[in-house]
């Protein structure tokens, strides 16, 4: 590279790298109410890497390459930024409960997110059956933030076979906490920025207390969305076991899709939901 032009790249990374601390400062500072340091910390790890990148970039391709990360970095902190993640987890944190069920002696952990107030359940198929159709003989679900567990049982799986959607009942009567509101259809354009809220790594992640008497804490993930076909709702996020059945939140704290899984390789970075339009329409059943 000439002098001149090295001089210009340098000029340029020297300004992105500054606006990306400053978006970077900006969101930590927006979320320090929240008292979670897992995406602040994430998100300083992934400046770090990439200002260490840039910095080491010698020839023109890998300096043209850094440039692009750091701009593609600042424009996602910016659609975090003008996103209230504080008040997304704040209408719907409450409603979101982790799953134990015991299918022929086998345990799973999960995530779902009630509905109503009566204490109506939304989560995966695949979290109270299994690929023979056998039904969880125990379901136990304990709301976030709190450590009462409560029985519950399967009300009814999606028609479709194909449709990963499950909805539980609360036994034990009383009125329950629920998310914010599900949305019609998925309107969150590609681009977007969501965030997801559940129990990724199911009880292997820090609660508070210990032994079965834990207080339940979620876990809020941001991403946007990558895909969004009739069927399919995929999103740039972080998911594992445990985090079928959170519910997918655009801006506005709706959900707009339930997790479900993932493609095989992908280490947890690309996420399936099952979109907006067909929890609504699982719900219109069992009014």
Do not use: C
Not at 44 to 61: F, I, N, V, Y
Not at 128 to 140: E, K, M, P, Q
Not at 273 to 283: G, H, M, Q, T, Y
Request: charged share 25%.
């Amino acid at each position: 590279m000439s002098r001149r032009a090295s001089a210009e790249h340098d000029v340029e990374i020297q300004q992105l790298l500054a606006a990306n601390e400053e978006t970077t400062r900006q969101f930590q500072t927006r979320l320090q109410r929240m008292n979670d340091t897992t995406l602040t910390n994430a998100m300083q790890r992934r400046l770090d890497s990439l200002t260490a990148s840039a910095r080491e970039a010698r020839d023109e391709k890998s300096v043209a390459e850094a440039q692009q990360r750091l701009r593609e970095n600042h424009e996602l902190q910016r659609k975090f930024n003008a996103m209230d993640l504080t008040a997304v987890r704040d209408a719907t944190d409450p409603g979101v409960t982790l799953i134990v069920s015991e299918i022929q002696g086998k345990q799973k952990e999960a995530t779902g997110f009630s509905v109503s107030q009566a204490g109506l359940i939304v989560t995966n198929r695949h979290v109270v059956t299994d690929s023979g159709d056998a039904r969880a003989s125990r379901i136990l679900v304990k709301f976030a933030n709190t450590r009462e567990w409560h029985h519950a049982h399967l009300v009814k799986l999606d028609d479709d076979a194909s449709v990963d959607l499950a909805l539980l009942q609360i036994d034990e009567s009383g009125s329950y906490p629920a998310v914010r509101g599900i949305a019609r259809s998925v309107d969150t354009p590609v681009g977007s920025a969501i965030a997801t809220v559940g129990f990724p790594l199911g009880t292997d992640i820090p609660m508070e207390g210990t032994g079965n008497d834990f207080a339940a804490k979620t876990s809020l993930t941001i991403g946007t969305v990558s895909k969004s076909v009739s069927d399919l709702l995929q999103i740039d996020a972080f998911a594992s076991h445990g985090s079928s059945g959170s519910p997918v939140v655009d801006s506005h704290g709706h959900v707009i899709g339930v997790v479900w899984g993932g493609p095989p390789g992908a280490a947890g970075r690309i996420v399936y939901a099952v979109p907006a339009d067909k929890i609504s329409a699982l719900l219109e059943t069992v009014k």
